[in-house]
């Protein structure tokens, strides 16, 4: 990527809430936006009225473009894209690849940040030729009504270089980014990176759309989860324990459990007042990620034969959540 002082092409695929957040704000700061939204009721409200984003009792209405899918007329040579972030849904991953597939230019970065495991993976094999980064984000937001967002809770980025190819192309976006009011830090170790944010949403996440909380009433809360027959405290401690001892197997560096665990009290805190996207695709009947996360743990650790029950039954009962 150019250098990032000059106005950029963005696009931005997966326009949820926080997809919407992140529109807002490298549209605020002068760039080129263009949106892909999946949510028929929030792409026609942002066409007919705009993109709203509250934050406070401060209101953002930024100037970006949305569409349905990625508009191939768009990324034309008149027209170029020199960064796409990636935030739709993790099982929604291998669409979005091919998508971009069709239309990026080879040298364009492809950053994702997005919940889970195995989004990267999924972007290098249908992107072998551009530059993947992959990184992670403590940004809260929620989508009130459509074409309507609320930032609950500011946070930062951390990203690094996924392939070889992205090596050159890391500290440009970071610094986009960062000027753009996403403060972020450029990392030389993607999987660590990944592996850490894998281990808080594996606490808050689900934790929230079982017990029907925003995440800040977690640290609130003397429920007893179902099965485990322990609090949300020892649930947690036992989720983290179990990230860290199949990391271990991959020589994955991580923090210490104590630490990830006070990690997910600062963003507990940080976004108190924030429903988890897991928690909201739960009370929708939708489908939610867990499977990206705690079910990666579970996955991880059965190929290194470390059993992980405590991320393997709140897998379950995130299923059974649904209404």
């Known amino acids: 990527m150019p250098d990032s002082a000059s106005p950029k092409n963005i696009a931005v695929i997966g326009c949820g809430a926080l997809g919407s957040v992140f529109a807002a704000l490298l549209a605020k700061a002068g760039h080129k936006v263009r949106a892909v939204c999946r949510w028929r009721d929030h792409l026609e409200a942002m066409e007919t009225r705009g993109l709203l984003v509250i934050e406070g009792d401060q209101e953002l209405r930024p100037a970006l473009r949305v569409f349905p899918a990625l508009p191939h007329a768009e990324f034309a040579a008149g027209s170029p894209c020199d960064l796409a972030i990636v935030l739709v849904k993790s099982f929604d991953t291998e669409s979005a690849a091919a ?18 495991l195995g989004n990267a993976e999924a972007l290098e094999k249908n992107l072998p030729h551009n530059p993947i980064l992959a990184g992670a984000t403590t940004f809260g937001a929620l989508r009130e009504r459509p074409g309507v967002v609320r930032l609950a809770g500011r ?21 986009l980014l960062a000027a753009s009011g996403i403060p972020c830090t450029p990392s030389p170790d993607a999987n660590g990176v990944l592996w850490r944010k894998l281990a808080v ?7 929230t759309a ?4 925003p995440n800040g009433e977690l640290l609130e809360s003397k429920e007893v989860i179902l099965g485990l027959q322990k609090g949300v405290t020892e649930t947690a401690s036992q989720v983290i324990e179990e990230v860290c001892a199949v990391a271990a197997k991959y020589r994955i560096a991580l923090p210490t459990p104590a630490e990830l665990l006070r990690e997910v009290r600062r963003v507990c805190q940080a976004t108190a007042a924030n429903r988890s996207s897991m928690l909201r695709d739960a009370e929708q009947g939708r489908r939610t990620e ?4 705690n079910g990666a743990v579970v996955r991880f650790g059965k190929r290194c034969a470390v059993p992980a029950p405590a991320n393997l039954l709140l897998t379950a009962l995130v299923h059974a959540a649904r209404p």
Not at 99 to 116: F, I
Not at 290 to 293: L, T
């Open 210 to 213: 079982i017990l029907r909380v």
């Open 290 to 293: 867990v499977d990206a996360i």
């Open 99 to 116: 998508g971009l597939a069709a239309v990026l230019p080879q040298r364009t970065p492809v950053l994702t940040l997005q919940n889970g």
């Open 201 to 207: 949403s594996a606490v808050i996440n689900p934790l």
């Open 155 to 175: 946070g930062a980025c951390e990203i690094a270089a996924w392939n070889q190819l992205a090596q050159a192309d890391l500290e440009p976006v970071s610094a």
